[in-house]
């Protein structure tokens, strides 16, 4: 035996078993862990974009005032001999005074041509005021409201003064007369740009500023004061607009070396390429270049704007880089201001940077309003430097033997630069500060296609992205892209553009106005287009029409229709949804196109997505087909039908396994709802009157001695509203004393009402509101009316009913909605409760019945009790309500006090329709519906519009948002799990080697043997009586069940760690549970005994539980107090839950699909007591009611699955289990205590035990070979497999040795030795081997 045990332990034995497993983890699928599951289903929050430029401005004018008086030097200037003397690159001493005057001023006029040709330029030379005046006035007159520039060039004239004058000349030339700024900004007006080319120069720029204060507080002054005499002049212009140049700061003279022009800012400013190749040459590193002279630049070949030139090339890099430059170091809002607002503005702003690099080098530092921060020592003017070394070594050559100019490596190594930034880079680092340059290179053919490739690869970055490259300006260039007809460049526009709409849908009139979409929908109609490119252009295409009127109109005759309906079969799941997104969208309110569907029989080829394996799809196929039938437009018969043919489709999907689809559905309906109004008022009247005469029993209220769990009241805990918002139930008071007239409930915050469940009162966060009084009653329909009426519809012969023939179309929507307003998960059934009660309240104020004002009919809505009158709740912070009369305290513990006394069969409360008040907006809160008799009520009736609108604009799920999130989210990283140094993936690699621990542990225990089996390692109250219980297969969590909640034990620890509400209306109970995803984030699931499946995340730790879907996993399951309940077994390799219980079949349901793939007919008229499973066989087995064991094969058609039927037991079957080995065998247990062994192909047992009489619970080990079974009379036995008691359990250690009480549930580990037993007297304890084995 050591030798044995030895071995177990070597790591050469445990290491090939343990990988395996391991390996078995990695592999092992996981069941809801989809964004669906794990995301609210809403849109991303709309980014205010700031790209759009409001205002873009063109400077329409140009003053240009050269004072120079050739000839003459000012007096207060003493210039060095030789002295820079250049103006214009003209040399004013080289010809008469006048005529160099006019020869400057017409050169200067070129200079500014060359960057704005359109303009209107007026040139003053030597001016008077009085010509100044005349000059700027009309200049202003004729720009209207755009913007005018004004050059100065003061070289002939004193230096600006203190007081902020310029100096210009009068009439003869002998004097210098001053020219005061603040006249100047008078007849500029704004906006303007002023350029200073002179001494000094910064003195104006203070001047000007102080004169503008002084300007807005005129005219503060002015708007306060109307009968100041300020208030009679007219209003000086705000200059807020005016933009400044000036060449020098308040202190400096203009530099005098002979080698540079005179009016080297100028220069700067509008002959950049020229005079940086000069200043180039004069510094000390150009001697580095032989051969290359100031004479040789003068004959650089080619033109400045022909990028395949020398010099053209120059200076499409000296934009890049100037440009770029900028965009790095500017605030955005500036940088967008003077780079992209106006042309000629922003060629000058780049200029300057330029001006400032080489007038500092001259000690001249050159100042902007709006100031710029430093640029020349930014690292770009390097790049610069070598791009003009490159292109000055091979001038001698091409000028002396005409050799083949070689381009610049500029724009590809920028490239590199941009792709390195892309791979290397982490999320939070600066922006890539080549992004200005990849704009340039779009210009170009060489480069555009890596350009493309790797714009496309940063706007997958994220939003944020999108945002920088639109601000940058990108825009205009890939509208403009659209125009070309290369086809390798479609996969990267498309790629491009859904990114952008993703972020920012507001371009969906631009693409329309340059006739954006006939590109995609050339690109979505082509078929040789992979899959992924054609859905993100029928993702743009359905931006474009998305409540776009002129989009939907531009599409349709583009033929979209047609397009979309023939991808409708796409094997592409992705596609098939966004192409019927895209059909949703075309005819939601746009009635042509809506007939267009009709004749392409679109709804019908819509129908083959309603059983579509994705839930995505499914949903954007309703989505299509709701909108479908919501038009609002006129009805004709053939309409009619075609909408009623729709709706019953849709009405197949009432228990699709997605709530996600669900809720759409819900919409959908709302469509038609709001389309036939006055039909569904006549069918819920009806219903109504029905509900009222037609009592159902409620079977779980009925406590019978068979019935193991005590009838309680249900818990006024808080129904999941959305289920993230569950508050803290940890901490919940229960006020189960609370009258059950407390089931009504208060408007939420936006005003739309908020739906309940039966006993549950609000967590809604408005103010204290009065619950208790009936004529407060914000929903006509209660949850439990509803419910009622629902059930009705199911029970009676409705036929007997009057009027519209009941199998109507409308008859069936509004049972489908019935059902849809029980459903197990909350936010689709407040949906359907938002449409029921918008019908219910329109028919009961149409129909307004004398009778309902009867005293009678009132004191009948709302038995009357102490608790509801005047009660308040208050409700702070969201925390759930506390009534003030409930005495507990907010404690951890959520009281249930034990069952009490009740009659044996009570009707669920259901509120008639006496005085209760509208949910509709439209009325106040506090007026009470009838306090005027019906004439008042006939008022507010008349409001139809109003209400039409509530229900169709309040209902909408979000869907389509969602799924548009994709394309702006990073599609080209690796998902965070597949990432092997994540997070995510290290805490998984964690968790399956714990798994990998407690197989092996447990294995050494369970392989020695148990020869004992009862050491109490754990005993606790449960806060309700345990009705199933579950261990967690890997940590030392245990769930325990009561009828509707669900509390976590650590059976380590023996603390409590959770206790929430599993939200299952008051007459159901648990009956089974089940860890999914139990190997890694583990779920629970949760069956109810009226076939609703709900799944539960965050449980267990510290945050607040949260339902991450839900479904009705068996229909027709009628709740009765002696049924099996609900049934189920999961399998995590396939993803299948199988499901059965009190009917007739056993349910498959495949959870990645979340649709049933399977129904297998039992064959019984009995129910399924116990499911098991093996995938590896793809064997079921099922223990009935009737005492027969049933296999079936679900390999097999429904008719022959059946493969072997045993009926040795004579009574109830508690358990059938099968073996998960390949020749497993069943063990199968019946009430009477008899145990058989089958063999699945012999047809008799091949063993029987006999254990205790009397059975109410058993659970057989999967790996020890052991069985246990608890019985009525208080007692457990623990059997070996030869059928030797190992163990009899009867007291509780400690207390005394009090007996145990009658068994509710038992249940073993999956592996550790260990048995977890409930009793009806509220405890819950576990043993295990004795202490030496473990």
């Not at 724009?411 to 630069?417: D, N, S, V």
């Not at 604009?953 to 597949?978: N, R």
Request: charged share 20%; aromatic share 8%; with cysteine.
């Amino acid at each position: 035996m050591k030798m044995d045990s030895d071995l177990l332990h070597s790591p050469a034995v445990g290491l090939a078993e343990e990988e395996e497993a391991d390996m078995n983890d990695w592999k092992l699928p996981l069941a809801f862990m989809k964004k669906r599951h794990s995301e609210k289903i809403e849109g991303s929050k709309a980014l205010a974009q700031s790209w759009r430029m409001k205002d873009r401005m063109k400077t329409v004018s140009v003053a240009l005032v050269l004072c120079l008086n050739v000839g003459v030097d000012p007096p207060d200037v003493v210039k060095t001999s030789p002295c820079a003397r250049l103006e214009c690159w003209i040399d004013p001493l080289s010809m008469s005074p006048q005529k160099a005057l006019e020869t400057i001023g017409a050169n200067l006029q070129k200079q500014y041509e060359n960057w704005q040709p359109r303009a209107r330029y007026k040139q003053s030379l030597d001016p008077t005021v009085d010509e100044v005046k005349k000059l700027c006035t009309s200049l202003r007159r004729n720009a209207k409201e755009e913007r005018v520039l004004f050059h100065y060039n003061g070289h002939g004239v004193p230096r600006p003064t203190v007081n902020g004058e310029i100096w210009v000349f009068n009439k003869n030339y002998t004097q210098y007369i001053p020219l005061s700024i603040y006249d100047l900004q008078t007849w500029m007006g704004s906006p303007s740009i002023f350029v200073y080319d002179c001494s000094n120069a910064g003195i104006i720029v203070k001047s000007f500023k102080q004169f503008a204060l002084q300007r807005e507080q005129e005219l503060e002054v002015a708007a306060i004061n109307p009968s100041h005499p300020l208030a009679q002049m007219p209003l000086p212009p705000s200059m807020k607009n005016c933009i400044q140049l000036a060449a020098c700061e308040a202190s400096e003279l203009l530099p005098m070396n002979p080698d540079l022009p005179a009016d080297l800012f100028t220069s700067c400013l509008t002959t950049p390429i020229k005079i940086a190749l000069r200043w180039f040459c004069m510094q000390k590193s150009a001697k580095l270049v032989p051969g290359v002279t100031l004479d040789l630049i003068e004959k650089i070949p080619g033109r400045l704007n022909d990028r395949r030139t020398p010099l053209g090339e120059l200076n499409w890099i000296f934009t890049a880089i100037t440009d770029t430059i900028a965009w790095n170091v500017l605030p955005r809002d500036l940088f967008q201001k003077l780079f992209r607002q106006d042309l000629l503005v922003a060629s000058l702003f780049r200029n300057f940077l330029l001006a400032e690099r080489i007038m500092r080098s001259y000690n001249c530092t050159p100042v902007s309003s709006p100031r710029l921060p430093p640029t020349y020592m930014h690292a770009m003017w390097q790049a610069w430097d070598l791009a003009v070394d490159i292109c000055l070594s091979q001038l001698p050559t091409i000028i002396e033997e005409g050799t083949a100019f070689r381009h610049s490596p500029f724009f590809a190594e920028q490239l590199t630069a941009f792709q390195v930034w892309l791979t290397m880079g982490v999320e939070n680092r600066n922006p890539p500060e080549q992004l200005p340059i990849v704009l340039q290179v779009l210009l170009s053919q060489v480069h555009r296609l890596r350009a493309l490739d790797l714009l496309g690869r940063f706007l997958d970055l994220g939003p944020w992205a999108v945002s920088l490259a639109l601000s940058v300006g990108i825009f205009p260039y890939v509208l403009k892209l659209l125009q070309s007809s290369a086809r390798e460049l479609r996969p990267l526009l498309v790629f491009i553009w859904a990114k952008i709409l993703a972020v920012d849908s507001s371009c969906q009139a631009d693409l329309v106005k340059d006739n954006g979409h006939k590109y995609f929908l050339s690109v979505l109609a082509d078929s040789y287009m992979p899959a992924e490119h054609r859905t993100m252009a029928v993702f743009i295409l359905a931006v474009i029409v998305n409540s776009y009127n002129t989009g939907q109109e531009a599409c349709l005759q583009g033929n979209l229709i047609a397009n979309c309906l023939e991808q409708l079969s796409d094997p592409h799941p992705l596609l098939r949804q966004w192409v019927a997104i895209c059909l949703g969208r075309i005819w939601q309110n746009f009635d042509p196109a809506r007939w267009c569907g009709v004749r392409d029989s679109a709804h019908e080829k819509l129908y083959t997505l309603l059983s579509d394996p994705i839930p995505e799809v499914r949903c954007a196929a309703v989505f299509a087909l709701g909108t479908f039938v919501g038009n609002s437009a006129e009805r004709t018969d053939h309409s009619t039908t075609i909408d009623h043919n729709v709706a019953m489709m849709l009405a197949q999907l009432i228990n699709d396994g997605s709530p996600v689809v669900r809720k759409e559905l819900v919409v959908a309906l709302s469509h038609l709802v709001v389309q036939y109004e006055s039909n569904f008022c006549t069918v819920a009247l009806q219903f109504i009157e029905e509900e009222k005469n037609y009592t159902v029993p409620s079977p779980a209220n009925t406590a019978e001695p068979g019935n193991l769990t005590p009838v309680r009241d249900s818990p006024a805990i808080p129904r999941l509203r959305s289920v993230n918002s569950y508050t803290n139930i940890r901490a919940a008071t229960t006020a189960r004393n609370l009258n059950k007239s407390l089931q009504n409930l208060n408007l939420n915050e936006e005003g739309g009402p908020a739906a309940f469940s039966p006993g549950n009162l609000s967590t809604s966060s408005s103010a204290s509101s009065t619950l208790g009084s009936p004529d407060n009653d914000e929903y006509i329909l209660s949850f439990e009316t509803i419910d009622k009426m629902r059930r009705v519809s199911s029970y009676s012969s409705l036929n007997s009913l009057i009027g519209v023939s009941f199998n109507s179309v409308y008859t069936q929507i509004w049972r489908v909605l019935l059902h849809l307003a029980a459903d197990p998960f909350p936010e689709v059934s407040d949906l359907a409760m938002k449409v029921l009660n918008s019908i219910a309240y329109k028919a009961t104020m149409n129909a307004r019945p004398q009778r309902i004002l009867d005293s009678g009919s009132l004191t009948q809505s709302a038995p009357a009790s102490p608790t509801s009158k005047g009660m308040h709740i208050h409700q702070a912070g969201g925390s759930p309500p506390m009534p003030s009369t409930s005495s507990s305290s907010l404690t951890n513990e959520v009281p249930k006090p034990p069952a009490r006394e009740q009659p044996a069969t009570r009707p669920p409360y259901t509120p008639t329709l006496g005085g209760q008040a509208p949910h509709s907006h439209q009325f106040p809160r506090t007026r009470k519906m009838f306090d005027k008799g019906p004439e008042q009520a006939a008022e507010d009736g008349d409001e139809p519009g109003g209400h039409r609108n509530y229900i169709s604009a309040a209902l909408q799920t979000g869907l389509c948002d969602w799924s548009a999130k994709y394309f702006a989210q990073p599609v080209m990283k690796i998902p965070e799990e597949h990432d092997l140094e994540s997070q995510v993936r290290m805490e998984r690699q964690w968790r399956f080697l714990r798994n990998t621990r407690v197989r092996r542990q447990s294995r050494g225990i369970t392989q020695r043997g148990v020869s004992r089996l009862d050491d109490q390692i754990f005993i606790n109250r449960n806060p309700g009586v345990p009705s199933v219980v579950k261990f967690h297969p890997f940590n030392t969590c245990i769930a325990v069940a009561d009828k509707d909640s669900i509390c976590f034990w650590d059976w380590e620890k023996g603390e409590r760690l959770d206790y929430f509400y599993n939200g299952n209306p008051r007459y159901t109970r648990i009956t089974a549970m089940e860890y999914l995803n139990g190997h890694d984030c583990s779920l629970l699931l949760t069956a109810t005994d009226d076939g609703a499946l709900r799944i539960w995340k965050n449980f267990a730790d510290q945050k607040n539980p949260e339902m991450v879907t839900a479904w009705q996993g068996l229909s027709d399951m009628l709740p009765t107090t002696r049924g099996a309940g609900m049934v189920v077994d999961w399998e995590q390799e396939t993803g299948l839950l199988m499901t059965s219980g009190d009917v007739r079949v056993i349910r498959i349901w495949d959870t990645d699909r979340e649709m049933k793939v399977q129904d297998i007919p039992t064959g019984a008229d009995s129910c399924v007591t116990s499911l098991s499973c093996d995938s590896q066989r793809s064997l079921i087995v099922a223990g009935l009611g009737d005492g027969s064991v049933r296999v079936f094969d679900r390999r097999m058609g429904p008719n022959e699955c059946r493969v072997m039927t045993y009926r040795e037991h004579g009574a109830w079957v508690v358990k059938a289990h099968l073996q998960k080995e390949t020749d497993g065998h069943i063990i199968s247990v019946s009430v009477n205590g008899d145990v058989r062994f089958f063999e699945p192909r012999t047809p008799d047992s091949i063993n029987v035990l006999q254990t205790v009489k009397g059975l109410t619970a058993l659970d057989i080990h999967p790996q020890a070979n052991l069985f246990a079974c608890g019985s009525m009379n208080q007692f457990i036995a623990v059997y070996n497999a030869n059928g030797d008691v190992i163990s009899n359990i009867k007291y509780y250690d400690g207390f005394m040795g009090q007996r145990i009480g009658a068994i509710s549930c038992l249940a073993f580990h999956p592996y550790w030795p260990h048995l977890a037993v409930g009793s009806n007297d509220y405890y819950m304890s576990i043993y295990s081997a004795e202490k030496r084995l473990r």
